[in-house]
T-cell receptor, first 113, second 113 residues
């Protein structure tokens, strides 16, 4: 089945530890995105990528890092520099171009204690 | 000024009524506009998108775009309790050679039986 897979669904980490969230897609999409969602809030863009080995900072990139070594994969690392990392993280992908919809993975709920 | 703004609601309508959801955006260069629905704890799913001025209809849903006013709306006719969700407006903008997809905070809609 084609789609976007995020893993794990739930993740618990101790404060001060780096953690990497996985995002894999088999839709052959060029563009991939990472968003953060806090309770009662919309989606805030962390990083996005249009092609392999290239990515851009979104609106809240501080404390996060990404890589795009393969077209199918766009992992997000939440570093210890992120002051308030507990949130719901969503990965999306789309074809490049304007009139192309983004498809979302099921999300990873990260809790830092 | 926030890039994409929506009334946070909550918006409450009776079953069978028309629900009207509004969104404004700040970048006149924005090229395409999306409406997503998100149930609590789930990932967003696309309802429809629009990129030309005017109306676009899909079943009970109508999207309206007015680029001069930088305004996009979603009408839901014959609202059903199952339409109760958060509705997210998203805007795709070309910045350099990359497309950025920015979301509003969402409007919580409740349809009362």
């Amino acid at each position: 089945d084609g789609g976007i897979t995020q893993s794990p669904k739930y993740l618990f980490r101790k404060e001060g530890q780096n953690v990497t969230l996985s995002c894999e897609q088999n839709l052959n999409h060029d563009a991939m995105y990472w968003y953060r969602q806090d309770p009662g809030q919309g989606l805030r863009l962390i990083y996005y990528s249009q092609i392999v080995n290239d990515f851009q900072k979104g609106d809240i990139a501080e404390g996060y890092s990404v890589s795009r070594e393969k077209k199918e994969s766009f992992p997000l690392t939440v570093t210890s520099a992120q002051k308030n990392p507990t949130a719901f993280y969503l990965c999306a992908s789309s074809w490049t171009g304007t009139n192309t919809e983004a498809f979302f993975g099921q999300g990873t709920r990260l809790t830092v204690v | 000024q926030k890039e994409v703004e929506q009334n946070s609601g909550p918006l409450s309508v009776p079953e069978g009524a028309i629900a009207s959801l509004n969104c404004t955006y700040s970048d006149r260069g924005s090229q395409s506009f999306f409406w997503y629905r998100q149930y609590s704890g789930k990932s967003p799913e696309l309802i429809m998108f629009i990129y030309s001025n005017g109306d676009k209809e899909d079943g009970r849903f109508t999207a309206q775009l007015n680029k001069a006013s930088q305004y996009v709306s979603l009408l839901i006719r014959d609202s059903q309790p199952s339409d109760s969700a958060t509705y997210l407006c998203a805007v795709k903008t070309l910045g350099g050679s990359n497309y950025k997809l920015t979301f509003g905070k969402g409007t919580l809609l409740t349809v009362n039986p």
